[in-house]
């Protein structure tokens, strides 16, 4: 899920719109067009439409399963950062908890970390993007220092951040694994070689690679699992049909 500036701008653009979300519980669809805007929803999530790249509108509308992109008028150079991140996670992000979450929790308590997704695409130029975020300290605020994306989907001519370091073959599955620092914290990529539309599948797997390469340890504390979309053109239409994620310690 970006470029270089992403986390610099990140931080001060969420910790000043942390402020401005408006949170609640979605019962009915509810509309979302405030930069910052979340809610909650099946108790347990929270649906964040997190447009922190730029000034124009965008709009999601969240079910009781997801969201979807409903408007999209910014656009923004394939070279440099994404809109936006919209997406739905559990955990704790700049502050804002999901209701009921055990996390953060350490890596090393995890006994099992299962998630699923169900993604709609639409055209545009984005990424569909699924986050895992780890920290050495139980952070609930601020950047993470890791950042492990899941790229279930890639449209147009973006590519993740730093450069390509291989292949490798997760949850049985080929990726293309790329590695660097977007300036203010780590990440490692996975690139899907096609398109993934769903999937159920286990954190930890991409998890342990992410341990084995030397970049956490199990020390480290699992803080957030989020999935959605980076426009950076178009995007009308994508959709999170259904999230879930569940970990126990």
């Not at 910790?15 to 979605?26: C, M």
């Not at 019962?27 to 999530?45: K, L, M, N, P, V």
């Not at 300290?137 to 950047?143: A, D, F, M, Q, R």
């Not at 769903?198 to 930890?204: A, D, E």
Request: hydrophobic share 35%.
């Amino acid at each position: 899920m970006k470029s270089t500036v992403r986390s610099l701008a990140l931080a001060c653009l969420l910790t000043a719109g942390t402020l401005a979300a408006s949170t609640g519980q979605a019962q009915a669809d509810t509309t979302i067009c405030q930069q910052y805007g979340t809610t909650t929803i099946q108790g347990r999530y929270v649906v964040q439409n997190n447009r922190w790249g730029s000034s124009a509108t965008q709009c999601i509308n969240v079910t009781s399963t997801g969201f979807q992109i409903t408007q999209q008028d910014g656009s923004a150079a394939t070279n440099g950062a994404p809109l936006s991140y919209p997406s739905v996670y559990a955990g704790c992000h700049y502050a804002n908890c999901s209701p009921g979450t055990n996390l953060p929790m350490q890596v090393s308590r995890i006994r099992s970390a299962t998630s699923s997704i169900d993604y709609r695409f639409a055209g545009g130029t984005y990424n569909a993007s699924y986050d895992i975020w780890l920290d050495p300290s139980p952070k609930t605020n601020g950047v993470n220092q890791m950042e492990i994306m899941i790229w279930f989907n890639r449209q147009g001519p973006i590519q993740p951040i730093g450069s390509a370091v291989g292949n490798a073959t997760i949850a049985g599955r080929g990726w293309e694994v790329w590695r660097g620092n977007n300036g203010g914290n780590n990440v490692i990529s996975y690139v899907a070689p096609s398109p993934i539309t769903s999937w159920s599948f286990n954190v930890l797997d991409f998890i342990n690679d992410v341990r084995d390469r030397g970049a956490i340890t199990n020390s480290w504390y699992l803080t957030s699992i989020q999935a959605g979309f980076e426009p950076w053109n178009g995007g009308v239409g994508l959709a999170v049909n259904n999230f879930s994620a569940s970990v126990s310690g």
